[in-house]
């Protein structure tokens, strides 16, 4: 009797901790949680016109603004992250182990790999440097840079095929 009790008790936990994460929304640190499909992701509504679009195994961390409508940092570990911020909003940044993307108005994606981060801008302007904050470079729309520990910052525009290939991961 006991081994069936412990056994549908953690049949029980698992499906408190399944259940929150498919529904449709839920709140996490002041955003609005929710899922798509084609391709699976993670859509993040945040208050000031702050949306975050995270591929469905993205590692990322946002940071609670205690007070304010939205955070001002996202740690990202691995993955992509599609990042669309209002002009006029506020100052927000992305962290990742290689790179700060600090911005004030745009639509950009963070892309982390295990030993480089990229960055490439769909609209407005973003401004990338590495994590100690030298090597500061801005990009604008179609550029993009990649960020390694053993690489200059250097400023391209990438072709559309590859630009393409990294917009298809958000069904765009």
């Not at 911005?103 to 440097?129: C, H």
Request: proline content about 6%; some cysteine; aromatic content about 4%.
């Amino acid at each position: 009797m006991q081994s069936r009790t412990n056994s549908a008790l953690a049949i029980l936990a698992c499906l408190i901790v399944i259940l929150p994460l498919s529904g449709n929304a839920q709140q996490i640190n002041g955003c609005t949680r929710s899922q798509l499909d084609n391709p699976q992701r993670v859509v993040f509504q945040c208050g000031d016109g702050l949306v975050l679009e995270a591929e469905a195994a993205a590692a990322l961390d946002i940071q609670e603004q205690p007070g304010e409508p939205r955070p001002e940092t996202v740690e990202l570990d691995s993955e992509a992250l599609l990042v669309d911020v209002e002009p006029g909003s506020g100052p927000f940044q992305i962290l990742t182990p290689q790179a700060i993307a600090a911005v004030r108005g745009t639509q950009f994606i963070v892309d982390v790999q295990p030993q480089m981060t990229a960055v490439f801008v769909t609209r407005g302007q973003v401004q990338v440097s590495r994590l100690n904050g030298q090597e500061a470079v801005s990009l604008t729309e179609g550029e993009g840079v990649e960020v390694s520990d053993d690489q200059p910052l250097e400023v391209k525009t990438w072709p559309v095929a590859k630009a393409a290939r990294l917009l298809a991961r958000f069904g765009r």
